[in-house]
């Protein structure tokens, strides 16, 4: 089965060419079809900021590591006891790349983000097909496409942020990041009760796509004074939930500073591994009693992020489309920054829902 | 000073014009000026809801009963130490009827609307001036108008609705009743992440009004079968949150049904003294788990309402006028029902703020 | 296998004989042992508040029914796959008669109390043995006995009664019942940070129970005037916390009278189908804004209730045992009431820790 | 009026007398009695771990510099108005050293501990009386004495964070510091739902006290091996929720470490103004999903910390007590760390209320 996959370990931006990273394509074998698994034949996946990480060997170094989380699909076959969620061969469906085991004590007092087991079906779903347990298939509303489909995953990411801000509607939001995640959570956030509603991003085009789905303000932090805008934004009293969704060490310095007396702070990225910001715990946790945290994997919010789907403007974060066998290319763009998602056609599946 | 006042305890529908309740403007005396008082030159002041129940003796029998406190104004005078918020002459103003007094054991505990001197400085606003404590008034964004401003307090109510939902982004919403609390919990709602916004309301025109701003489907209660299309709306799921708004007997029968496993219902409106719903405890209770909480008054929700303020869309809520020297007049306006808001312009004051 | 059922439908308390509910041990086939289970030999299995109610059809009326979901035992035979949380033949554990499906909707949004395949391992445990899913297993802390373990299922409601009460530390508590639900709760408030812990309680030895375990005031509503005695415990401020584990018609009534403005009121048992508690918005849910909600059952709840049972002291919960052919006494002791929990040994397994 | 003042800045620990912090008796001017307020003549007045920092001139530098908000007493004088909370001359009470305006933002927002105006009522209380605003003023309840009265104010700061805890029954915890703050945590945990609950503490005293007070364990940071004993304590899970209590630079670079997957870490101390904690994001807040916060002042916990006073056993916090004059002593007991607290016996005043 044709499949996505790393085949060289390395950064995908590295200028030396015989260091760089590598993304092919090459043939893995099929995956089982075991009795409560569900096979998708894959429509769209989608390139995820975490992509790259892999091909640093963030999670593994055996090449090749086959890639693909973020997908839409058709049902094509179904395991003899995979009846629980009432699926059909032929449903279009959409989900969640993690299985949790229901088992082990995490997943048992309700922080199924800690499972145990969370690996275990796990596999590359930027592929001709993918095999899911049913729990992790959820069948799309009629009025999405199976494009704007394959961005479930990220918006229960997005999702999962909003969760965590406990935002009370009116508080003032920033974003600091304008990628996918970034987008996302400013179309959740707008449609959760944000108002001040800010982007912090130095690349222009992302705070104009910003701009056009929703931000009250933009900020390019290289250009202008993020603090003094800060406070002119928030009328001096800073923003009570400030999301990081850029990952980058030299942008999160500066998000406590703008955010308000008992603002909850949100990182919402992955970060590299011996990032160590520093924290003032008498300016930040002692006088301004801010709150901070993070988001790991999303579970229990993708039956919302399935409800809030049919209500972002998803058009421009699936304009940028490759075929598979493209899947080189397509990583090139992503690396080139011009669309915030790119998009991988794994087959060219008619799509009877809403087209976009 | 001219008041609007409640000159005779009845019901303002009475059909019986010698026992109806009546509405009158009255001249009652100077409010006094304390030292961190704030006198304010009313400009508008709108009608609430609940002012008929005042007519009925709801709170007290001794006429006149001075009315009013949903209103905006500019600052007239300041008592010698009212300086804590940076208050100005001329200031453009709305704020809160009520004083919450600090001392007692649920201001102290965090719970100010229990206050137990809240009615200390509940003064008649319906009138030329109205004279608050500083810690009630608020000064109104340059991008709202004086108009617009007269409906903070109402806003206020809706904002602590939506704060008693714990809504997550993505829930269903239901909302019973499309008068004015109802409308704005609509609009506050919808932009607090609820999807399948729902309104349930017997007139045509309050349902046509929801549909312009943001609801996603009404229900007639009369004419349509509201569990069938709560069910087909909701795809069997129920709706997550269900806010009454309406205040009537008849209506919050049915919403335990409509509501999903699970559910907050909020019961955001007065209801008659005497009325006792039946609740079923082993139907929603026990096997829905349901949560039904309710809303007196709204300390806190203030600051969140004066930032969202700026993005509702308060035009149709404030398109019926009267001169105080008319408010007889406004009053039969507002119970007719023909607009869900009328207004009271108490003073002609040239507005300094963005026009409606 | 000797299986403890209700062999015939009716009140186990009629007082007419041949209507009487009865309750047997009969032969059930074994149950089978999927790849995924877990069968354990039963030590004990306690006699739960719930059973009389399935005597009289409340989930059904085909007899004969098994009984028996409060149990402990030691693991007899494990699937071929049920290695998830560690489980080896021998180990002493305790679990929950409910399987979560973990591919339903309210599965997937973190609401497993609404699990649409909640009954699917539903069986007997009031037997030789019983086979349970491994998600449904809890290995016995050491110093925890077998016989205090079969109490680890009512913990967890307490414990998720617990957390329904959202309790501040030094909230005023309130118990209406003292069976062994609300001696459960009582014991789990007194360390969750209750004062003034009351037991509401008209059977003397109850409250007397009550007053050894914790309980800073008992009431009896008989032959005491509840609401003044509210009144001197809390200083006139009411019960921030209030727990109905009586399922009594007549006993819930009072309940919101003797809640603080504010407070939490948690219907923790189960109620007659058709029994509607008349409930006056405009006092309860208007004025005193309080929140009401219930309790079905408990997911998430079972890890920290394994961790509190060291904690409890439940000798007196467990000091009325009979042995499994001598079921039929142990329900007549049970409807006695000279117990608040009677135990039926089905095994006699020598007990490796902690005695009781 | 006699009063404990900071008479030179300077650490209190400086092994070179000359440059070393001075604390002495010198003589302040009577503070006003406002309409609204209210004369204590002072009973006992505690040394707080942050006074120390007072003299290192942490919030300001000129001197002399008025110690003490610990403190209880007997009502001398009420102001004409000083009626809201029906306190009377003679009263037994404690308090809070701050008032809030309840005028700016925060205050009306429901963030007191943000108060713009939180200063003006912070009078020294180490001294023969104070006088405050009415709404700082609590009485003490009957079986309180004055001596143990004088812990309400750190009582409140160990309510405020258990309140940030947000812990549920059951939940593992661990305080790291014996001082004053700690050894009052650690009963108020355990009284509200701790497990396993743990101490570290390099002081051996400290732990034995720990012991005594409802510790299940203690950690000698020092000695042993912390990550091993928390690894044993919590059978691999890691606690629930941690809290600081030291402010110790050191102590808390290891407490994330310990912590539980999904944990909330509590910074409940001072810190040094330059301290900057490194905070590996993706270890702790990416993978790990940890919440951080702190605990600046504390609102509306003080009328919780008055109901559980009762509960709490502060005889080993009270053994300490020097007469106003011998000040100077005390303090140096105080920074000898012989005991956790030491008490200024400010008046000797004969307690109605429950000996100690």
């Not at 086959?66 to 395991?79: F, K, N």
């Not at 990952?247 to 008992?262: D, N, Q």
Request: charged residues 25%; negative net charge; proline residues 6%.
């Amino acid at each position: 089965m044709r499949t996505v996959a790393v085949t060289r370990i390395g950064s995908l931006r590295d200028p030396d060419a015989t260091a760089r990273g590598q993304i092919g394509v090459v043939d893995f074998p099929d995956q089982p079809l075991g009795p409560e698994d569900v096979r998708i034949r894959v429509a769209y996946s989608a390139i995820c900021g975490s992509d790259p990480h892999l091909a640093e060997g963030f999670f593994g170094t055996d090449v090749p590591i086959g890639l693909g989380h973020e997908l839409s699909g058709v049902v094509e076959a179904l395991g003899e006891k995979a009846h629980r969620n009432g699926l059909q061969v032929g449903d279009r469906v959409a989900g969640n790349f993690l299985r949790f085991c229901g088992t082990c004590t995490p997943c048992r007092a309700g922080t199924q983000q800690f499972c145990e087991h969370i690996q275990d079906y796990n596999r590359p779903g930027m592929a001709e097909t993918v095999t899911w347990h049913e729990s992790q298939v959820y069948r799309l509303p009629d009025d999405v496409s199976l494009l704007h489909g394959c961005l479930l995953e990220p918006t229960s990411v997005a999702v999962r942020i909003a969760d965590k801000t406990d935002i009370q509607v009116g508080d003032r939001v920033a974003i600091c990041g304008g990628g996918p995640i970034g987008q996302l959570a400013l179309q959740v956030m707008r449609m959760h009760g944000a108002t001040s509603l800010t982007l912090i991003e130095p690349i222009a085009e992302r705070r104009e796509m910003a701009l056009r789905h929703g931000a009250d303000e933009v900020i390019d932090p290289i250009s202008e004074d993020q603090y003094r805008r800060a406070d002119e934004i928030t009328r001096g009293q800073g923003f009570d939930v400030v999301i990081d969704a850029s990952g980058s060490p030299r942008a999160v310095r500066g998000l406590l500073e703008i955010a308000a007396k008992g603002a909850t702070v949100i990182y919402g990225a992955m970060y590299p591994h011996d990032f160590e910001m520093p924290l003032n715990l008498s300016d930040f946790l002692y006088l301004k009693e801010l709150t901070l945290t993070g988001v790991f994997v999303s579970p229990y919010a993708f039956p919302r992020a399935l409800q809030i789907l049919p209500y972002l403007d998803l058009d421009e974060l699936t304009q940028s489309v490759f075929d598979l066998e493209d899947a080189t290319e397509a990583f090139d763009m992503h690396i080139s920054g011009r669309y915030p998602k790119v998009v991988i056609r794994c087959n060219d599946i008619t799509d009877s829902g809403s087209t976009s």
